[in-house]
Structures are given as structure tokens and as C-alpha cells.
């Protein structure tokens, strides 16, 4: 670890020029962190991981191996990116034709958990502590605290902070097992009570 650098990055890592790069954040095998990136304090980035130039990532954001971050996508606190998932950031690519002025935006909020090999088609904003399932293709806006699974993603129900499944009663109240905090469901949104 470079004494002057309060983040470690492995001798196999690429750290571009122009990054600010949080203390205690590790940067691990083959990792490519290109220009002008934005990194919060307490990342981990796994083996083979790509952030492209201007990519916005909060604190103690995961991201496990095989994961490429394209430009456009910011990620709030928090976040974690499993294995092989992947961001695009063009609709309608070609190989043949230039669209670098036409990157959509995807934001990821506070706490998403975002399964192994899952895709996530740019121009969609996914809500806090929403938890896509592993594969799962998400084509859509994703409400906060939204648990999605399937190709395309479809909503199966809603998830805790903690990662639970939430259970709504009759008057639309859950209770995290783990954590005993409230929620309640109400026009078709969650929201955290307690």
C-alpha cells in the first residue's frame, strides 16, 4: 500500500489520473478505474471490476468480481453489485455507430442489493434498499424497497433494509423480523415508520 494513498489498490490494478478515490476503499486484482471517477470511502472492488470515466459511487458501495460500472451510472451508499452483473448505458447499440452523446443515466439508491448476472438496461432509476434478484432483467423504474426477479424483472413483493421479506397485514403494517422496523404500504409504495 502506498503510504501517500489512503486506499489500497493491487499492484495488478489501474487507477487513472483525476479519481478521488475514498480512504479505506481496496481496489483488487486487474481492476480498472478509469478517469474522473467519483469513489466513496469503504468500497471493495473485486477481481476484474471496469469503472468507466465519470461513474459516481457512494460510500461502502460492494462490488464482487466481474462487474463493469459504465458512464452514467452514480450508486448512492451502500449498494451492492453481485457477480457478473451488468450495466449498459446505450439502448440501441451498434458496433458501426458512434452513440457516446447518447448515454442514459441509471441511478442506483441507498442499499439496492442487485443479484449475480443480473442487467440492469440503462435509463432506469432503481429505488432504495430495492433487491433484484439474481438473472433477474430490469427494463423498468424500480420503487424503493421493490424485491424483483425474472427476465424481463416483474415484482414479487417488497424487502426490509435488513433484506427480509416483508409481510404486509390487513392494514397494510410489516414488521422486519431482524430488525423490528415498521413499514407500510400504501398506494402501491413502501416507506420505513420505525
Same mark, same amino acid.
Given at each position: 500500500?502506498?503510504?501517500?494513498?489512503?486506499?489500497?489498490?493491487?499492484?495488478?490494478?489501474?487507477?487513472?489520473?483525476?479519481?478521488?478515490?475514498?480512504?479505506? =476503499?481496496?481496489?483488487?486484482?486487474?481492476?480498472? !478505474?478509469?478517469? $474522473?471517477?467519483? +469513489?466513496?470511502? &469503504?468500497?471493495?472492488? /473485486?477481481?476484474?471490476?471496469?469503472?468507466?470515466?465519470?461513474?459516481?459511487?457512494?460510500?461502502?458501495?460492494?462490488?464482487?468480481?466481474?462487474?463493469?460500472?459504465?458512464?452514467?451510472?452514480?450508486?448512492?451508499?451502500?449498494?451492492?453489485?453481485?457477480?457478473?452483473?451488468?450495466?449498459?448505458?446505450?439502448?440501441?447499440?451498434?458496433?458501426?455507430?458512434?452513440?457516446?452523446?447518447?448515454?442514459?443515466? =441509471?441511478?442506483?439508491?441507498?442499499?439496492?442489493? !442487485?443479484?449475480? $448476472?443480473?442487467? +440492469?438496461?440503462? &435509463?432506469?432509476?432503481? /429505488?432504495?434498499?430495492?433487491?433484484?434478484?439474481?438473472?433477474?432483467?430490469?427494463?423498468?423504474?424500480?420503487?424503493?424497497?421493490?424485491?424483483?426477479?425474472?427476465?424481463?424483472?416483474?415484482?414479487?413483493?417488497?424487502?426490509?433494509?435488513?433484506?427480509?421479506?416483508?409481510?404486509?397485514?390487513?392494514?397494510?403494517?410489516?414488521?422486519?423480523?431482524?430488525?423490528?422496523?415498521?413499514?407500510?404500504?400504501?398506494?402501491?409504495?413502501?416507506?420505513?415508520?420505525?
Amino acid at each position: 500500500m502506498n503510504t501517500s494513498k489512503k486506499y489500497f489498490a493491487h499492484e495488478t490494478a489501474i487507477v487513472d489520473e483525476g479519481c478521488e478515490i475514498g480512504d479505506e =476503499t481496496k481496489i483488487w486484482h486487474f481492476s480498472h !478505474i478509469m478517469s $474522473n471517477c467519483k +469513489i466513496g470511502k &469503504g468500497c471493495n472492488f /473485486g477481481q476484474n471490476v471496469v469503472v468507466s470515466p465519470g461513474v459516481i459511487l457512494g460510500d461502502n458501495v460492494k462490488v464482487q468480481n466481474n462487474v463493469s460500472i459504465y458512464t452514467g451510472v452514480t450508486c448512492d451508499d451502500d449498494v451492492f453489485l453481485g457477480p457478473s452483473m451488468v450495466f449498459t448505458n446505450v439502448i440501441n447499440p451498434r458496433s458501426a455507430v458512434n452513440r457516446r452523446d447518447q448515454y442514459a443515466k =441509471t441511478h442506483v439508491g441507498k442499499g439496492v442489493s !442487485i443479484g449475480a $448476472n443480473a442487467t +440492469i438496461v440503462c &435509463g432506469h432509476d432503481i /429505488g432504495k434498499f430495492a433487491f433484484i434478484g439474481a438473472g433477474a432483467v430490469v427494463t423498468k423504474n424500480v420503487p424503493d424497497y421493490a424485491l424483483l426477479v425474472g427476465n424481463p424483472a416483474r415484482q414479487l413483493g417488497w424487502m426490509s433494509e435488513y433484506g427480509h421479506r416483508l409481510e404486509f397485514e390487513k392494514n397494510g403494517i410489516a414488521i422486519c423480523p431482524e430488525s423490528n422496523q415498521e413499514y407500510k404500504l400504501e398506494n402501491g409504495l413502501v416507506e420505513r415508520i420505525k
